[in-house]
């Protein structure tokens, strides 16, 4: 990998070094959260109070931000993948000044509160993403960091003499995590990314107190974590005890030199510290104290016993001038920014066109060009449409799960590699496709850290059936409305010989559950260039009407085929713009129609077929391809009844899968033709004869039915 000059010195400047002002800081912080879930009934303590000095070191002399613009490109990022501990987190955002009172602390877990159970992106100022489901915080902060040393080489331009910060992509990603994240299989398959990407910009903290909820770590977890991250190629400070201060600081300063590895500090904790009769024991996870052992716990510090959520002035106007410090910092960072602008007035407009996610005005026309009509599978259109897009939209990046051979999805030509693939001698972080290996999990959480950074547009894909090994990658990006676009190929058992294995079958289905999270399944280039072209608009927010709709602010996934698909023909009256309208109809026979077929993807054009049979037999077939129910279901009720009537008219259902996401358009007598078997292995044709795929068995069903 090639070197490059990231800064190490300490970033930020100096906070207090009195002991007796630290000890009732950190205090505060504890008790903030004892009280806090001794208020709500439920939440965590033992980690707040085990981490309350080691995370206030770190927020006070290391972590760049600004209280005032939580979302300040060039901050330092910071995840708490230990998402349970939020209370460690809510304390020091209200000591520090964020938008976040004490009357939100005090509405900890309650509806609404900007103090949810779990941190919460975009709930809270000043939280970097939504973390809880273990591991996770982990595996988006690896993809936040390869944002930020993508961002740093091909936006970052040239540093401005004594301001190497000032620019983007400099910044540092820290994070805490818990036993419970290690333990889990996504934080495995991120590390082992990171450190194949030497991610030397991540810097992560193990809050290493040998307990979860069960017991000790040893009656389940056994193996060395410093060697199994430096077997990851990680830089490993093996270890520092949780209260010393200097020792971390030291630590961490460390991790900043590093800069071709990450670094993993084993923090040695002691879960609930301070709690007499709780530390140290699995006990003090979660859950209040109670009455008696908060009040032992306070007299053993010291700490006030009438009133709760306690914040002393001493440690309220040290928290406020430190948070004036650190704005001030920020606006002294602005006029060393504005300096690198200057001097980098290339870096800095391209930099400008990522960050306002700035697009082309004929960006739809440009993707849409020559696929009308064009007969191709799925997953080549958009093979075709990214490569586009690699020149129209250059901020965006992705790649495969080590399937890129399969267009699932593609390396795009003339885009380099990112990581060791890159070559050597080649900068690892001037390309654009990622190879994610076959770590689908983490792939989808990557994905995600890279969009929620906010430079990249991040896009990443594999075979349909694969998508249940990322499921709650994929839900916790729409959870977060993050702008991740999920490309899947081979998306029915028309991907032949592989077999049930590989057929998707319920997978559709089980995603178009997902709230937020907008699903396509094409039928052919133009819909498959025009569900790109939704993503991106609705990333930057230039989608209006039912189209621009809170959907349209989330991830987008694509289903797309392996085999190859004709191009459709449509009535003069279609627009592009109808496929955002979730349905439209093919084709119309010119009296009524006694029938109405609704199909997805490549059911389409079987669909087209099989009413050309019934037409044939004198039952006159009205056609529609739905390549996107939830965008369907977002129109109004009329809207609606024009494409799928409500008037009695019969509705059959097609789609290679369950399809049981039609089956609410077809009513309860209704017919769906799809699969209810996991498929078998045999090339496509034969399973098309054998499971009904084909326009006469198709037609033979349809009028029995009506
Ligand atoms: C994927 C996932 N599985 C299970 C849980 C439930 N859970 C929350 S915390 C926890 C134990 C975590 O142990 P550790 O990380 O060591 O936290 P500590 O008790 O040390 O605070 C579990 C099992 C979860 N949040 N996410
Ligand atoms: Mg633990």
Known sequence: MSAQAIPSSSPTSVGTDDPVLLERIENTIRFLAVDAVERA????????????????????NHLRFDPQDPSWPLRDRFVLSNGHAS???YSL?????????????????????RTPGHPEYADT??????????????????????????????????????ADRDRPGQHFVYGIVGDGCLMEGVSSEAASFAGSHSLGNLIFIYDDNSITIDGGTEITFSESVPKR??????????????????????????????????????????????????????????????????????????????????????????????????HAERVASDVQFEA??????????????????????????????????????????????????????????????????????????????????????????????????????????????????GTFLAYCGTFLIFSDYMRPSIRLAALQKAKTLFIFTHDSIFLGEDGPTHQPIEQIDSLRVIPGLTVFRPADGVETAMAYAYYLLGAAGSLSGAEGSSQSAGPVLLSLTRQGLPGLERPASFEWTDVWKGAYIVSDPAEKAGVVLLATGSEVSL????????????????????????????????????????????IVAIEAGRGETLRRFVGRRGLVIGMESFGASAPYEALAEHFGFTASQVAKRVKAHV
Do not use: C
């Open 41 to 60: 009934g439920i939440g965590h303590v033992g980690a707040p109070m085990a981490l309350a000095a080691a995370a206030f070191e770190l927020w006070d």
């Open 87 to 89: 209370m460690l987190q």
């Open 340 to 453: 690198w602008r200057a001097a980098n007035a290339d870096s800095a407009a391209r930099w400008d066109t990522a960050r306002t996610r700035s697009m082309p005005a004929d960006l739809v026309a440009k993707l849409v060009e020559g696929l009308d009509g064009t007969k191709n599978a799925t997953r080549k259109h958009s093979a075709t449409v990214l490569e586009r897009l690699a020149e129209l939209v250059p901020y965006m990046a992705g790649g495969s799960a080590d399937l890129a051979g399969s267009a699932a999805p593609p390396i795009i030509k003339d885009v380099g590699i990112v990581g060791p693939g890159a070559g050597a001698g080649v900068d690892p972080f001037a390309g654009r496709n990622i190879h994610f290996g076959v770590r689908e999990h983490a792939m989808g959480a990557i994905a995600n850290g890279i969009a929620l950074d």
């Open 93 to 113: 955002l209200h000591l520090f000044g964020f938008d976040l009172g004490l009357e939100d602390i005090a509405q900890f877990r309650q509806l609404g509160s």
């Open 607 to 650: 669909a087209v077929e099989a009413a050309a049979a019934l037409a044939h037999d004198g039952l006159q077939a009205r056609v529609v391809s739905m390549p996107s129910v939830e965008l369907f279901l977002e129109q109004s009720d009329a809207d609606q009844d024009a494409i799928v009537p409500d008037d009695g008219t019969p």
């Open 125 to 162: 100022a000043g939280v970097e993403l939504t973390t809880g489901p273990l591991g996770q915080g982990i595996a988006h902060a690896v993809g936040m960091a390869l944002a930020g040393r993508m961002t740093a080489s091909q936006f970052g331009g040239d540093a401005v003499e004594g």
């Open 229 to 326: 991250f430096e077997a990851y190629g990680w830089h490993v400070v093996d270890s520092v005890e949780g209260q010393d201060r200097a020792g971390f600081a030291k630590a961490l300063e460390a991790g900043r030199q590093e800069t071709h590895r990450p670094t993993l500090i084993i923090l040695k904790t002691l879960i609930g510290r301070g709690a007499p009769n709780f530390e140290g024991r699995n006990k003090a996870h979660g859950g209040p104290l109670g009455a008696d052992e908060t009040k032992l716990a306070k007299q053993g510090l010291g700490w006030p016993t009438e009133g709760d959520l306690i914040v002393p002035d001493e440690v309220r106007e040290y928290g406020a001038a430190r948070a004036a410090a650190k």
